[in-house]
């Protein structure tokens, strides 16, 4: 499939997304409906030629996220001729069918952003403008719209609790508790929302947990292994008890992971670390609750609902003009 152009790989880049990536998951969507030939319906309703103007709508309020994503997946959708692409040449085959049309000079697709990543929007409000051959449009409408809808809804649930935790010291950060293939995305949608990654990957930052600490024999002794093996990566290591977070805390441990600790608990926490290290709350945390858990002083909330369970925003496309 033909590549992005420089602007917009430049756009992903800025946003820390890998273009290549990105694309490989455009890929993926796009096959889903075209690995098997075109857009039926499409070919049959719009003539070859048609172009086509059209807006992405939202129909509740919230928060953006993956507009450039959304671009992207329009201008692979349409580009070049598809001759070494099968999901490439089924949407392209469209535009370039007609028995009396020499499609040669086909103009491709053009987005303009009305509003910006990380933006709060009102319903009604016009996202993204469209314009270019209407079949393009319509055939890559539904994977535009999964990734748009899915990335905002993550920044809208994660603004929430962004919002909850204002005025405490306490910031709100995901897991790894992510869609295959869509971390580095979904990722990027809790930034968008305000708030902060933990670790993309398991080498990129060492989490002890409770299996690691019963397989260790300790947590002193799960901490003094990790250190041993990688001194230069953060560490931090998950406790069930008071007592575990002590002892945690004596071995020098730089973050430690509250989990499934009550508010009573982790204010408890708070006062037996004395700011010696990070402490993240984690496991089973409420949104009503946010406020109550930031104001004991913890430094994190960990939040895998952020992730695993944000309803998607409603997006549509309003095709605005066809030019038949």
Known sequence: MAGLSDELNVRLL?????????????RSGLAEDLADGPDV???ATIPAGAIGLADLVTRRAGVISGLNVAEAVFHLAGAGDGAADPVQGAAASIVRSGPTSDRSGFPGITCKQRVADGDRVSPGSVLMTVEGPLAVILTAERTALNILCHLSGIATLTRQWVDAVAGTRARIRDTRKTLPG??????????????????????DAALIKDNHVAAAGSVTAALD???????????EVECDTIEQVEEAVAAGAGLILLDNFSVAGVAAAVLVNAGRALLEASGGLRLEAAAEIA????????VGALTHSAPALDIGLDLVRSDR
């Open 41 to 43: 319906t499409t070919a």
């Open 14 to 26: 800025s946003a820390g997304l890998d273009p290549a990536a990105v694309t490989a998951v455009i």
């Open 225 to 235: 292994a990790v250190g041993k093996l990688v001194p230069e990566l953060p560490v």
């Open 182 to 203: 869509l971390r580095m995305l979904e990722k990027y949608a809790v930034r968008c929302g305000g708030g902060m990654n933990h670790r993309m990957s398991l080498s």
């Open 295 to 302: 104001a004991t002083g913890v430094d994190f909330l960990a």
